[in-house]
């Protein structure tokens, strides 16, 4: 994959952030890398990346020597949820425009407001066309495409304005003879419009997620095609020459700005914000991954929580981005309302509560004195002692004590009848326990034990958090990665190329003809070798990993089940895959019916192409005997109670070296992070650079 | 003293710890598909048996005040740790009907109860004339299955198989309700090993303390909101179409709200005397509607526990149908609640004008039993909830097309529904001036036509065929639903709302929920609405020009 630029070494990471966009630049010959964080640029997320490149270039970069750009965006996430997506026209089956009014049926949100609203409609009736066709469930055609139909429909959506047609008939996934049929006529009578066959984006089967998803991608196809056509001819002004360009996915794998300019994945990167921390996790701490991680990202709004499971992060299949369904592959996350931002208040009923409204990076906690007055956990974490006014963000923004102390005197204290530092206490406590009471949960319902798993934080506020969620957890181990901010820029440069397939066809196991099943992964692979060869990466060698999406009949849900091993389907193959299935639903949901008839829902194909990561950089032992004190920055007083204020060392992260070792209490800061280390702890740099908290397990 | 910190980490940790015991249930060999309608719930009571979290099914929330005073009533001197008690009894205990098996357990702390653990959830069959317990046309509580007043069921942690033995001989599926009960039971043990390893963390005191400050202030949060309220009483009715067993007569329901002194009075004492059919309700589900619904209008974002009930009165005449004796039947509560919370927001909106709403449609169901014309290796029942829209309201247009109020169940996908049995889904359309006419118009309903593949059996339940979703202040009615069979021939037959009916291979047949209504008078809508519902094709041009005076 080095295939351009002989000399070309760096490998550049770029992750936009709502407010910080980090960069991180390796040089795989030394294993070093350099971190950049400049300010976002909402408006128009490329310039801040090519800001923060600019950064590189002014040291003395040369920009011929970056032979791998890979970047997380939320540029479609932020369209659908500020609703900024491309006019979309749609064509449905005639008879069956119910289908995008009732969408699942049951409502979101709270059950008790029966002014319900469902959200906007991103193709609404008056610029949806009922097309006469119609498949059955075996792919048979029971009345033929009506041609007429779908050109007056296109001449009437070239004539609204559209820019964007999604397109969905019932049981294309079987026959999508008819959807393709569809958008060669658009694409002959209107080619400038851009079309998202259902069969395309997600052949499975349920009408409406299909649709939805289908919907979605034609909405934000316009974005991102137009997105990365910015970002590219930057980066080629800017003088990089590589080709090899990537976008981070949901599912944790990248996919080349080729596939990107297409239009036809886009839906694949609705949730790739979160997903590179967790990929960096999986990667990264790989020797601590196999035994089990729970990665805690704490941000400004919210945590992001992620598990990582024998050196895997979990996956789902389904998920909801701004209230839309998308159905594709993405990493298993919950988000709670637990962010540095989060507003405390005493809420009706007298209770106080943290979240789920966030002050944001703008007006902020009140701290920021940015006319922010509520107060914030950022503001209880500084009234606490917790963070350093002056070195916040390496010093470049300073905290203001006071305008903490002061919301939280006027809102929680004096309400509640308590003192300052017992509110800002209580805040912190009740964030903690939510953020453990959420991984409990999340855990239990995914059948893990989190007691046996590393919680590794990252994001601004994780690891001043993390020590008070492994003990309410009863995890012994912390992992404090070397760059907790800029973790998840990191974390596109551990990212494989994966494109996800899936085929629907829902068949009794029973009843499957082996050589039919392997026929259809048969045709799923020739799509992904084609679509690689098309992006250019034809030549590189790809693992095709098959599974199933298997049930027990009648459940109104498949679990996904690999075939890893089973080569070509046989008989004895399906026996396996049954198995693995009966397994597989025991860990999840406790128990198998290995005498209930299973069906085979769907077939899926992952394609994964490796492409070289960073590998951790081992440190040179130091040569003489390691001494703490010696990087010791000063001292601190802490209140971890509410009540008694202790004195504490407070070191700097970039001076602790291989070995250096810490008992708590303390305080670890560096420019990006602090790491709180309570009594009872102990922390060591281990042979990575990371800070490896352990709980003495002897005080407990 | 407790302070405010710890209740509300205690608060999160009941909430999780409910979260986590519905899907320890889940886990525990809950029948599978039974478990896809989500109809149970588990939960967390006071040593008095309040509820201290409300369930996502919410109309249980209400049910186990009544099971656990019973229980204390029979077993208060008797109980220790280890105990189980089980009870399916809608007189005795609540229960919302006798497919519903509800489980409490006493939690300890050393020698002191200090609360219980609950769960209910559907079983698949517990006896009665009807496969499934649930007769649409049954005519007295025996004819829906064995009832079980509250007994223990597990005794200082072991077994008492007597009754196991005694519930499964009733059961036409005593293998499912079998794993059933074990995941029930398990579930419910569950929310008492997790209590008690609080109480010993937090202290049993400080867990009481945090239980009654949590009730208080929900009895405060719902107190301050109806201080807001003007004092007075407002009336209102409504009518099903009928019991599904005498067809011709209409059921109606009444309810007279006083809001006086800080509390909110119900007087039901009006509505009809009970039904011979199963629509009849226990005072366990006429407050889940009430509170409800006062939730709804008041604030949804309101949390419910059984603290709630301090300002709140219930007043019921006996042998109503919202205040049944025994032995009426009970089964087909749900259509009865979703009538009775469209009446009840009717008379609430005299209080609070601006969260007024018109009718909603209600939900109904669809069967069809395909015998030996089933798929090979596949299910031979299909089963479908299908929903309506929501009324128009203050300021607001009814929701289309979807679940409404106490009711919120996914659709069957067409792409399913082909695939497993032997129909072909031929529509599936909105029906345009299908929602009430008024400045706020009622949401749309749907029609969805079927084929018949094969012979079968057709089962049809719901509601709204003769008295259709009403509207208010001056909005006009959503449109009737409708059941149609033999569709498109000679034979060609409007049937009432609930039914059922043998059709043959070729047969084609049609449903059409109801509309929601609307809400104030029509010709005051905003000219841009009526020009937007034009041109979605939710409202035909006739329509505008007929209800909406559009030029």
């Known amino acids: 994959m080095s295939q351009d630029g002989r000399g070309a070494r760096y490998r550049l990471g770029v992750d936009v952030g709502g407010t910080h966009t980090d960069l991180v630049l390796l040089d795989p010959a030394s294993g070093e890398t350099q971190v950049e964080k400049v300010a976002s640029t909402p408006a128009n997320p490329s310039l801040g990346v090519l800001n923060g490149l600019r950064r590189f270039l002014d040291k003395g970069i040369a920009p011929a020597d970056i032979a791998f750009f890979a970047h997380g965006t939320t540029i479609t996430t932020n369209a659908l949820l500020e609703m900024r997506g491309a006019r979309v026209g749609l064509l449905i089956t005639g008879g069956f425009n119910a289908v995008q009014e009732t969408q699942n049926q049951a409502r979101d949100g709270n059950p008790f407001d029966y002014f319900y609203d469902r959200p906007a409609a991103i193709a609404p009736q008056s610029r949806t066309f009922q097309i006469p066709e119609r498949t059955d469930y075996l792919g048979n055609v029971l009345t033929p495409l009506d041609e007429g139909a779908v050109r007056d429909a296109a001449r009437a959506l070239e004539a609204a304005g559209v820019d964007a047609v999604a397109v969905a008939y019932l049981f294309s996934y079987m026959n999508p003879a008819h959807e393709i049929r569809t958008r060669e006529i658009i694409n002959e009578m209107a080619p400038r419009l851009h079309v998202s066959l259902s069969s395309d984006v997600l052949p499975r089967i349920r009408e409406w997620p299909r649709l939805s998803t289908t919907l979605v991608n034609a909405y934000l196809a316009p974005v991102l095609t137009r997105y990365v056509g910015d970002l590219s001819r930057g980066l080629d002004a800017l003088g990089v020459r590589t080709a090899q360009r990537f976008l981070m996915q949901s599912n944790g794998g990248v996919m080349p700005f080729a596939a990107a300019e297409t239009g036809e994945k886009t839906v694949h990167t609705l949730l790739s914000g979160p997903a590179a921390g967790a990929q960096a996790a999986a990667w990264v701490a790989r020797a601590n991954a196999r035994a089990g991680l729970v990665t805690l990202d704490m941000g400004g709004t919210s945590a992001d929580i992620a598990f990582i499971e024998a050196g895997v992060p979990l996956e789902v299949t389904e998920g909801t981005v701004a209230r839309r369904q998308v159905d594709v592959p993405a990493l298993d996350m919950t988000t709670i309302s637990a962010g540095g931002g989060s507003i405390a208040r005493v809420a009706p009923g007298g209770f106080l509560t943290v979240g789920p409204e966030s002050a944001g990076a703008v007006p902020g906690p009140a701290c920021y004195g940015r006319s922010g007055d509520q107060p914030t956990v950022t503001d209880a974490d500084i009234v606490c002692g917790f963070l350093n006014p002056d070195y916040f963000l390496g010093g470049s923004q300073r905290l203001d004590v006071a305008a903490a102390e002061a919301a939280l005197n006027t809102h929680i204290a004096g309400p509640l009848g308590l003192s300052v530092r017992e509110a800002a206490t209580g805040i912190r406590r009740i964030v903690d326990e939510r953020m453990a009471d959420e991984v409990r949960v999340f855990a239990a319902k995914r059948g893990l034990e989190p007691r046996a798993f590393t919680l590794l934080p990252f994001g601004g506020a994780g690891a001043v958090h993390a020590a008070a969620v492994a003990d309410e957890l009863g995890i012994a181990r912390i992992l404090v990665p070397p760059r907790p901010g800029a973790f998840s820029a990191l974390g596109l440069l551990c990212s494989d190329v994966v494109h996800d397939y899936i085929r629907s066809e829902l068949t009794p196991l029973a009843r499957l003809v082996p050589d039919h099943a392997e026929a259809l992964f048969t045709e799923l692979e020739s799509r992904a070798r084609a679509e690689l060869a098309a992006e250019g990466l034809g030549d590189a060698e790809a693992r095709l990993e098959r599974e199933m999406d298997l049930r027990y009949a009648g459940q109104g849900y498949e679990l996904r089940v690999s075939l890893d091993g089973i080569g070509r389907i046989d008989a004895a193959g399906l026996k396996a895959a049954r198995e693995r299935f009966d397994a597989r639903h025991a860990q999840i949901h406790g128990h198998a019916a290995r005498e209930k008839p299973v069906e085979v829902v769907s077939y899926r194909l992952r394609a994964r192409v490796a492409v070289p990561k960073v590998q951790p950089r081992e440190l040179p032992a130091p040569a003489t005997g390691v001494d703490a004190a010696a990087v010791l920055k000063g001292r601190r007083t802490v209140w971890f109670d509410g009540r008694e204020g202790i004195d504490v060392p407070v070191f700097e992260r970039d001076g602790l070296t291989r070995g250096a070792h810490l008992a708590g209490p303390a305080l670890v800061e560096q420019m990006d992070a602090t790491t709180v280390i309570p009594a009872g702890w102990t922390a060591e740099v281990d042979a990575f650079g990371n800070l490896l908290l352990t709980r003495d397990e002897a005080k407990r | ?551």
């Open chain 2, 1 to 551: 003293m407790i302070d405010a910190v710890t209740i509300e980490v205690l608060r999160n940790k009941v909430a999780g710890l409910t979260d986590e015991m519905h899907y320890h249930f889940y886990r525990s060999g809950y029948s599978t598909i039974i478990r896809e309608s989500r109809d149970f719930s588990c939960v967390i009571l006071d040593r008095d048996g309040r509820l201290i979290t409300a369930p996502p099914m919410f109309f249980h929330g209400t049910v186990y005040r009544h099971f656990c005073a019973r229980v204390l009533e029979l077993y208060g001197d008797t109980m220790r740790p280890g105990d189980v008690f089980v009870s399916n009894h809608p007189y005795e205990a609540g229960l919302p009907h006798v497919s519903d098996m509800g489980f409490v357990a006493p939690i300890f702390a050393g020698e002191r109860l200090i609360g219980f653990s609950g769960s209910i959830a559907h079983k698949a069959d517990i006896g009665g004339t009807m496969p499934g317990s649930t007769s649409a046309t049954a005519t007295e509580i025996f004819h829906e299955g064995l009832l079980l007043p509250p007994v223990r069921i597990r005794a200082g942690g072991a077994p008492c198989l007597d009754i196991d033995r005694l519930i499964l001989a009733n059961s036409r599926q005593p293998e499912l309700v079998a794993g059933d009960i074990g995941a029930q039971v398990a579930a419910t043990c569950m929310g008492v090993a997790r209590m008690e390893q609080l109480a010993e963390r937090f202290g049993a005191d400080i867990v009481c303390e945090a239980f009654a400050a949590i009730l208080t202030g929900a009895t405060d949060e719902l107190a301050a909101a109806i201080a807001a309220l003007p004092e007075g009483a407002a009336r209102a009715e409504g009518f099903m179409d009928s019991d599904g067993v005498e067809i011709d007569r209409m059921i109606r329901m009444a309810v007279n709200v006083t809001v006086k002194g800080g509390r909110v009075l119900f007087d039901f004492s009006d509505s009809d005397e009970q039904a011979r059919g199963p629509i009849n309700l226990r005072p366990s589900m006429v407050e889940a509607c009430c509170f409800y619904s006062l939730i709804g209008c008041l604030g949804p974002d309101i949390h419910f526990n059984d603290g709630c009930r301090d300002v709140v009165d219930f007043r019921y005449a006996p042998g109503t149908i919202t205040n049944a004796t025994a032995p009426a039947p009970v089964s087909s509560y749900q259509m009865a609640n979703l009538k009775l919370v469209d009446v009840i927001l009717q008379a609430l909106s005299h209080f609070r004008p601006e969260r007024a709403v018109a009718n909603a449609g209600s939900s109904g169901a669809l069967g069809i039993n395909w015998g030996k014309g089933a798929r090979p290796g596949q299910s031979s029942l299909q089963y479908e909830i299908l929903g309506s829209a929501y009324g128009g309201g203050h300021g607001h247009d009814g929701a289309s097309c979807t679940a409404t109020h106490l009711s919120n169940l996914h659709v069957t996908p067409i792409e399913i529904l082909e695939s497993e049995f032997p129909v072909r889904v031929s529509a599936f359309e909105l029906i345009p001036d299908s929602g009430g006419a008024g400045e706020f118009r009622g949401g749309l309903s749907f029609r969805r036509a079927y084929e018949m593949l094969s012979d079968g059996m057709v089962i049809r339940r719901y509601d709204r065929a003769k008295c259709p979703p009403q509207g208010i202040k001056g909005g006009k009615p959503g449109r009737a639903s409708r059941f149609v069979i033999k569709a498109g021939t000679v034979e060609e037959r409007e049937t009432p709302a609930s039914g059922r009916f043998d059709l043959r291979a070729g047969d084609r047949f049609f449903l059409e929920s109801a509309g929601g209504g609307g809400y104030g008078d029509p010709v005051g809508r905003d000219r841009k609405r009526v020009e937007r519902d034009i041109a979605e094709g939710y409202v035909t041009p006739e329509t505008a020009k007929r209800d909406y005076g559009a030029a």
